[in-house]
């Protein structure tokens, strides 16, 4: 083994790491981010591009469901300053997210996929295989908010710097077991791959996952749509999709962890409602 090969992988990895800290909004959270919101936003445009040139044919302008998405969009953008300034008087954490900076667009698209995203900058879509799931624009709105957190909260450059990190670490540990017997070599590669991809990055995808949920809800809250819709919502998503991999396998939390989730961030978020809304509920 050598070890001078790890020690000094460590140590610029602490550097790379302490270096590049910044806070979340919303959160407060402490997170690794490397690159600028205006690079994100030029990945996230040639991302999208790509999406929808390779959807091309599938994509829905005109009609009822894309003028509803439009709409829901435009309410949970609007809503988020609001939404932050006053998680921010409540619990006083959290970055200043540079509205200015995103370029919101969402489009739908004909598709089977129960799903959404909101690229990195602001680009969105959805599919209309989650309208039958979502059944009504509260459940679709804590969707949209749900896929708009991840975008303002920088979790695409997140995971980026984190995948960085853990390639370092990689390639610093085959260079220092490159002396190794090549079978036992195989079996520590294989050993710190999979503590990698169970102790560090499913974990760490989980996270940003129910920080997503929550940001996402209090976004739909402010945006004037019932949060309660989301339980239903998550209860719908269970039914589908067969058989799932364990928790602790897997990117996402489980369908019974997300509802828990949100039933115990539900009072906030009838708060967050209550004070950015004018109708009584």
Same mark, same amino acid.
């Given at each position: 083994?050598? $070890? $001078? ?10 550097? %790379? %790491?302490?270096?590049? =800290?910044?806070?979340?909004? &919303? ?28 959807? =091309? ?7 009822? /469901? ?16 609001? +939404? ?12 200043? /997210? ?7 667009? +969402? ?23 989650? *309208? ?10 804590? +969707? ?9 909260? #920088? ?14 670490? /990689? ?28 102790? %560090?990055? *499913?974990?760490?995808? #989980? ?57 115990? $961030? ?14 009584? &509920?």
């Amino acid at each position: 083994m050598r $070890w $001078w090969v790890l020690i000094l992988a460590a140590g610029y990895l602490g550097y %790379y %790491y302490l270096s590049n =800290r910044q806070e979340a909004s &919303f959160t407060g959270r402490k997170q690794l981010v490397e690159t600028t919101v205006e690079q994100d936003v030029a990945l996230g445009l040639q991302a999208y591009r790509d999406i929808l040139s390779g959807e =091309r044919g599938n994509i829905v302008t005109e009609g009822e /469901t894309p003028e509803m998405v439009r709409d829901i969009a435009q309410r949970l953008v609007a809503a988020g300053p609001k +939404v932050e300034a006053l998680l921010k008087q409540s619990n006083g954490v959290g970055a200043d /997210t540079p509205w200015d900076q995103f370029e919101w667009a +969402v489009s739908v698209i004909e598709s089977d996929q129960a799903n959404a995203f909101c690229l990195p900058g602001g680009k969105m879509a959805v599919y209309t295989g989650i *309208l039958p799931v979502a059944q009504n624009q509260d459940a679709l709105a804590a +969707v949209m908010g749900h896929e708009i957190a991840h975008a303002i909260l #920088r979790h695409g450059a997140e995971r980026m710097a984190h995948q960085k990190l853990t390639q370092i670490g /990689t390639v610093a540990a085959g260079v220092a077991t490159s002396d190794m017997d090549p079978q036992r070599q195989q079996m520590v590669m294989a050993a710190i791959g999979a503590g990698a991809k169970f102790g %560090y990055m *499913l974990p760490f995808s #989980r996270e940003h996952e129910s920080e997503a949920d929550y940001v996402g809800l209090m976004l739909a809250a402010g945006a004037c749509f019932d949060p309660n819709e989301s339980i239903g919502l998550w209860e719908r998503m269970g039914a589908t999709g067969g058989q799932r991999p364990p928790e602790f396998m897997s990117t996402h939390p489980s369908g019974e962890t997300r509802i828990q989730n949100l039933q115990s $961030w539900m009072a906030d978020a009838e708060k967050v409602r209550a004070a950015l809304c004018e109708q009584t &509920f």
